[in-house]
């Protein structure tokens, strides 16, 4: 996609901190997987499941762990992650785009906003009263940064993103597009005797969100501000696209929220836990650290530290493994049951009448 | 959040209609949870499972049922409903901020569109031709009212919103950020003989969505136009965000559905339902008054009015509490079934024998 | 909605290939379902199970199959499918609007990216650097094109729709309000030694996402670029609101994925493929031409051509409601053993004591 300068696998080994086995002058022009990858490509492979695809590659040099096995004519880079030590590659050879620093045409930021000197900010993007944008920060096209919202160093905010008034967003932080930091927590009180009617009074949401540092939102996700107080991304915690984060959660650092994952108000994720896609959370429960949830998984109560669960309501994982083979057999047992009665039924005709 | 003046707990008392049990002169200048508040702040006590955070708050006032027990050095508002009260006095510390009115620079407002003067129409906003915007409604940047659509008065569209042509929205109506009122509905066609080879026709979505007053909608939540007539969200009714309201359905007033529910065609929702969390509905059914689902349940055919549902497909709410029991005992059972079977072998085979 | 001119039947048969039986001239001047027709409207009657509607019909012709019985004093027009006759005279009625062709003023177009002078680019809408709109595109107000995107002629993207850099959107194709093409995917190392502290490092995602011709993305559906090559939506697919498509996803040509489905990376669906509404894929699958998944299921295997599954696990659809009736019985099956235990031990007893 990017074109980039060709770089020896030497500097390569270098920059990734491996072992390299083979060719230290090859000239390395791109990255690919295993079966896409050509000449002049390097890939890696870290997991034995992809252990053909590693003999059959065609890529000149490849990132491997200590004990694979060598292969004629392929170079080698040795490293404990593969799978990182690609990353960090991919990184080296698609640095950050560069985008004109400054104020464009068509941006709308109010005279009493401070944005730094050194961030970006497009046309069609406003910055409203009191905000501040920290320095290289990037509001793309369709922005929106409300009334003393603050915005760190180095943060990229898409097209169409919101972050409403007062929420706070750190350093390095990414917001895919039109996603929405800040809206109302969906709170209300039944007033039976409303000026029209009943009615479904709205409890004013006068909180706000707080993401800390280096945390990724993804693209049609909503992370709504809190009641009173703060609905908070712990640092470096990544959530992915159309997940839903309710008034007065706390999400720990180092978490993994999947696609279209649901977390109610109040739950408190700790460090380090991951929520598989799909999966919905009740209110004012708690998951301890670096517990595991399955994918479309109903958590209904509290889980604790290092558990794996599955299953609406959620179990152990292991249990509900069991529990999703047996309930395979059910019909089965069904028939088993109703022919072991009829066996009981003989016996006991037997029995009276031997 | 908001710098609000410090109010006399009589003025307090007086507002909410409650019984003021303590020192009427006392100032109270915020509103928090019973754990977070400190002096000077008021909170609330209405769900006897918080007793011993009631019992130890540091709060200098609290709203509290008729029959709660008094605290010493705690000030008292008794009322019917504690949580009603305590929004009721949070909107009033908060009250909805102004905005000023007008067209701003920047807003896109067609000369044959109908702004009414007290409404406020931001920069990065969009109002198209023929389309009504009524007092005091107030449109954020990268808000888009098509062509015919209209807004009602007192309503707040937050940034990105887009209301598609036609489409009609009532006053006091809150439209959160991202959210998209009026996009076609999920219609096609199967042709075998397209122009260019078999393909889905597209059936023009030719209806309008209706929103009646009072409604709020979450952000990046979808309701689709009609394919013929109107999608309707009756008066008063919540939905909160990422939901899916496909064309044709009916939401009757005072309704709730909650983050990530998906309500297919057609469907129809009478008064007061609630739609908890991840809730999917098939087509072309009938949800009764008052009726409840619960979270990440299918409802596949009617549910009856009152009704209490849960499950996929969704059953009676104690019916799937009594087989989700049950269904974790369905390992023991298979052993148990087995080993059964053995003895009913032994009985049998001496049975014969003897 | 939209006035039209009326059409008098034997236009509209001709149009639609069908065998007209009664008035030629009749003025058709609308169309609408069975129940909501009136005279002077044209509704279509394709399915037996609204056989009392359409004897109850007040539309003065109606669309149907061969075999329909006639009603009197109602016009008829033969044709094998219905719907699809139905859907083909709406778009008679129904032609896409007109849009004011070529940049409208507060449109933000780069000087170096390429729009066709028969394309509309409204206020509002950004196309960047090397960006390429083709003829008869339009574009609303708060879309984003990225450097080197790509739209083909004839497309339409609603407001707020954001087409990140370098991806390729073909002809004819809809994007509706507020959906994301091209936003990076999920994809992070762990990292234990981060420059400050144990970091996900962020995998590049440096692929794109290529939508071929006649393809329809719901509004607030997310769809993300590949890690390193192409994510794929085949000619003709349909996609709904709010769905989720990861990160090198291959979808086949002519799918429907209806709402809120989640797809994950690098699973690939064949040709005709159908997800119902919140079904949930795991990554690295693949779904043969023509299957089908219930809503709601979560797929974890490859799933056979052809093949129609629900549940989740998923398993053949057959065999799912085979379990999922017994399930509703596993209440009764535990009584049922507790008996027979009971029993069993009795014969035991006896024969023994005999």
Chains 1, 2, 3 share one sequence.
Request: proline share 5%.
């Amino acid at each position: 996609m990017h074109a980039s300068t060709p770089r020896r696998l030497e500097e390569i080994a270098t920059h990734v901190g491996g072992e390299l086995v083979g060719d230290a002058g090859l000239l390395i022009s791109g990255l690919n997987g295993l079966v896409e990858a050509g000449p002049g490509d390097i890939s890696f492979y870290g997991n034995p499941r992809y252990r053909r695809q590693y003999e059959a590659t065609r890529a000149s040099a490849v990132l491997v762990t200590q004990d694979a096995e060598p292969r004629d004519g392929v170079s080698l880079v040795r490293v404990s992650n593969p799978h990182l030590a690609f990353a960090k590659l991919s990184s080296l050879f698609h640095p950050r785009p560069s985008y004109t620093v400054g104020l464009r045409p068509g941006a709308h930021v109010h005279p009493e906003a401070r944005v730094h000197p050194e961030a970006t900010v497009m046309a069609g993007a406003t910055v409203e009263r009191h905000a501040t944008v920290g320095a290289r920060a990037v509001l793309f096209p369709g922005v929106y940064v409300g009334e003393g919202a603050g915005i760190g160093e180095d943060s990229l905010l898409y097209p169409n993103v919101t972050v409403r008034e007062h929420c706070q967003v750190g350093a390095r932080v990414i917001l895919h597009a039109s996603c929405v930091v800040g809206a109302d927590g969906f709170g209300f009180a039944f007033n039976p005797e409303g000026e029209r009617g009943p009615e479904h009074f709205k409890v004013p949401q006068v909180g706000i969100v707080r993401i800390e540092d280096d945390v990724e939102v993804g693209a049609c996700t909503t992370i709504d501000r809190a009641t009173i107080g703060e609905t908070i991304i712990g640092r470096g915690s990544k959530i992915d696209n159309l997940v839903q984060i309710a008034h007065n959660v706390k999400v720990g650092p180092m978490s993994l929220i999947c696609a279209q994952a649901g977390v109610s108000g109040s739950v408190e994720l700790g460090t380090g836990v991951v929520l598989a896609g799909q999966v919905g959370l009740v209110g004012h429960i708690r998951v301890g650290d670096m517990a595991k949830v399955g994918a479309q998984s109903g958590v209904t109560q509290d889980v604790e530290a290092g558990q794996v669960v599955s299953g609406t309501p959620a179990m152990p994982h292991q249990e509900w493994l069991r529990m999703s083979v047996a309930l395979g057999r059910v019909s089965d047992l069904l028939k088993e049951v109703r022919t072991l009665r009829r066996r009981v039924e003989m016996l006991e005709k037997k029995e009276k009448g031997g």
